[in-house]
């Protein structure tokens, strides 16, 4: 999640290609979708929600993916998260 909420997509992408959970919840932002998301760092949403992130997972300090990116006025994320 760290990875995630700072924008580090290669080290995002490391920790999914060695097997991370995609949908662990760690901390105030739930879990790396809605931290990505909060950011609003569109290439790590991409690449999470093609490792099969769960756009509804519930937790953190906004609920889920789709209000993180809301609340914090992500348009392009909010497309994405709905497509």
Do not use: T, W
């Amino acid at each position: 999640q760290v990875g995630s909420l700072h924008g580090h997509e290669q080290i995002v992408k490391l920790l999914l290609n060695s097997g991370a959970d995609v949908n662990a919840q760690v901390g105030i932002y739930g879990n790396a979708l809605q931290a990505a998301s909060s950011k609003g760092h569109k290439q790590i949403v991409k690449l999470l929600l093609n490792k099969g992130a769960d756009v509804n997972a519930q937790g953190g300090k906004y609920g889920n993916a789709l209000q993180a990116a809301l609340y914090k006025g992500h348009e392009q994320i909010v497309k994405l998260l709905l497509n």
